[in-house]
């Protein structure tokens, strides 16, 4: 395990969990949090062996409260410049791109950059009776991040989300497939991530990472070039060593032992 005040990362049998641990500031996103997170989206991506990753916070009933106003404010008075120039990843692009399926275990409220982070994950497990918002107009800032929710969302509720920045209660989401699961309570929340993440590290690498690519490239690039590029993406895994252990596996009624090549 590494671990900063602000930011803890483990890996444990090919699971990466990072933690955002700021539950004294509703675990809002400061520069060092954001340039962590960052950092570890690189790490990450060099290790082979991290096959997926659970994203999470400590309890405090916020997953993510979005930008820190507070530092937001001090770096204007002291710098005269605006928060986001020292962010490395302003928007969370950086972590779009990351190869390995990334699955949020949201145990409180996401507002605004936790909404932000939550849409940059691939699954959701979110936790029952807690609050969705995109709050930026109430503070005169800005959501250009959420643009990827057009994918997600049914555009009139997205519309409404961004021009109003209301408070929307997370069942509504659930019902519209943007959260994949809802829990009782924060160790559920934990526990329904983990059983996904042990399931996707136990199938083939290299069928997995393409299937993420190749669902992020079709909604960039639209339906039959998406087609077309995912056939390309997806060629490596089927010439692989894996796709020849997986049909063997099944034949003689054994567990695959995937090489990742």
Request: glycine fraction near 8%; proline fraction near 5%; aromatic fraction near 6%.
């Amino acid at each position: 395990m590494s671990q900063t005040d602000s930011l803890l990362f483990a890996v444990d049998d090919g699971i990466a969990t990072i933690t955002i641990n700021r539950p004294e500031a509703r675990n809002a996103l400061n520069i060092a949090v954001s340039n962590g997170l960052h950092d570890l989206w690189e790490q990450i991506d060099s290790d082979p062996d991290i096959r997926v990753v659970i994203f999470t916070s400590t309890d405090c009933g916020t997953f993510c409260a979005g930008m820190d106003l507070k530092e937001a404010a001090r770096m204007k008075a002291e710098t005269g410049q605006d928060i986001l120039t020292f962010f490395k990843d302003v928007f969370g692009q950086r972590m779009r791109r990351v190869r390995s399926p990334i699955i949020a275990a949201m145990t409180g409220h996401l507002m605004a950059g936790g909404m932000m982070l939550s849409l940059n994950c691939d699954i959701r497990v979110g936790l029952a009776g807690t609050r969705v918002g995109i709050t930026e107009t109430q503070i005169g800032r800005g959501s250009p991040w959420a643009m990827p929710l057009v994918w997600m969302l049914p555009q009139p509720i997205l519309m409404e989300m961004v021009l109003t920045g209301e408070h929307y209660d997370i069942d509504r989401f659930h019902e519209l497939g943007f959260i994949n699961y809802l829990e009782a309570d924060p160790d559920a929340v934990r526990a329904r991530a983990l059983s996904l993440a042990e399931r996707i590290r136990d199938n083939a690498p290299l069928s997995v990472r393409a299937a993420k690519e190749s669902i992020l490239t079709a909604m960039s690039v639209g339906c039959q070039t998406g087609l077309d590029m995912a056939w390309r993406i997806h060629r490596p895994a089927y010439e692989s060593e894996d796709a020849q252990e997986g049909p063997r596996a099944f034949a003689e009624k054994r567990k695959p032992v995937w090489k990742g090549r």
